[in-house]
């Protein structure tokens, strides 16, 4: 079997793709110019940070922040907000202490490490760098 072989068996979900599409950037957007949760679009703030199932970029349903915990962080926002913003502005470099530092202001405010949840929410501001795997 040869990889053209593989290739063209390949089933490509559309919607999520075309969502992904549609999405990506305007998290990159949002991370670059906002300071505070509240001053991106409603709907959009839902789709990249609150909406934990049946989610366009990324829903693994390998434990996304509870309710709870997302009060908990975006009380802090203000905290995150720069970090989102360096590795939005960043789409060649990977930013490991950037990405720890993230991984460790969301541990703080968690009952548990959210590695996926964690993951996804920095994978989707360096699309062309990093993706999410399913376990």
């Known amino acids: 079997m040869e990889l053209q072989d593989i290739i063209s068996k390949i089933e490509i979900w559309q919607e999520w793709h075309d969502n992904y599409c549609h999405f990506v950037p305007l998290f990159i957007e949002s991370a670059r110019l906002c300071e505070n949760w509240k ?3 409603k709907d959009l703030f839902h789709e990249f940070f609150e909406r934990g199932c049946a989610q366009c970029v990324s829903s693994l349903k390998q ?3 509870t309710k709870e915990e997302q009060i908990k962080i975006k009380q802090d926002w203000n905290e995150l907000a720069p970090m ?5 502005e960043s789409q060649d470099k990977p930013l ?4 720890n530092k993230i991984k460790k202001f969301l541990r703080e405010r ?4 959210r590695r996926a949840a964690t993951n996804r929410l920095i994978a989707s501001l360096q699309p062309n760098l990093l993706c999410t795997i399913v376990q």
């Open 96 to 99: 490991w202490d950037i990405y």
């Open 110 to 113: 968690t009952s548990q490490d």
């Open 84 to 88: 989102l913003k360096t590795i939005a």
């Open 63 to 65: 434990g996304y922040f």
């Open 39 to 41: 001053d991106w679009n």
